[in-house]
């Protein structure tokens, strides 16, 4: 675990109990054992939480500064939502080529409900006291709006990659 100046030993205490606790509930419900994913307290920006999963590692990634100023609501929400989104990766997701699997779909909102919480896409904290990196964007065009793209995608999509609107399937165009 990477430890955090904004949290002290009692609450990364209780973080990790939460963890195991939403863990012991899916390895009952699923009948299958589930390892322990790595926690780091390293995010920033105005994201809550975050889960980082490949062939080889698994991380729950928790913003401190924002554990600290919200550190119940944070306990009680964020910690199963990323969990959830572990379970999800361990039992559908992992080893897999490819996967039909959303990051809020169906089965992360089975677990959340098998946790007995609220499936919450994003939390409603104030974030103004939190330092933010704003990317930089560039504006494209399609049939219907104007899309605001970020910088790494605008590099993609100057190097070939296309990218469709949403809403009326046209290519977007720089405008």
Not at 2 to 23: P, Y
Not at 53 to 77: I, T
Request: aromatic share 8%; charged share 25%; glycine share 6%.
């Amino acid at each position: 675990m990477t430890h955090s100046t904004q949290l002290n030993a009692k609450q990364l205490t209780a973080i990790e109990e939460r963890v195991n606790h939403c863990l012991g509930l899916a390895e009952q419900k699923f009948q299958r054992k589930i390892p322990s994913p790595q926690l780091k307290f390293d995010l920033r920006g105005a994201a809550a939480g975050q889960f980082r999963g490949s062939k080889d590692q698994a991380v729950l990634r928790f913003n401190s500064q924002l554990f600290a100023l919200y550190f119940g609501d944070n306990l009680e929400h964020t910690v199963p939502h990323e969990v959830a989104h572990y379970v999800v990766f361990q039992l559908f997701i992992r080893g897999r080529l490819r996967s039909r699997v959303h990051p809020h779909g169906n089965e992360w909102k089975a677990v959340m409900y098998l946790f007995g919480v609220p499936a919450e896409v994003r939390h409603q904290y104030d974030v103004s006291q939190i330092p933010v990196r704003r990317e930089r964007r560039v504006l494209y065009q399609c049939g219907c709006q104007e899309h605001r793209i970020a910088m790494r995608t605008h590099r993609k999509m100057v190097q070939g990659q296309q990218r469709a609107c949403t809403k009326c399937n046209q290519i977007l165009r720089i405008k």
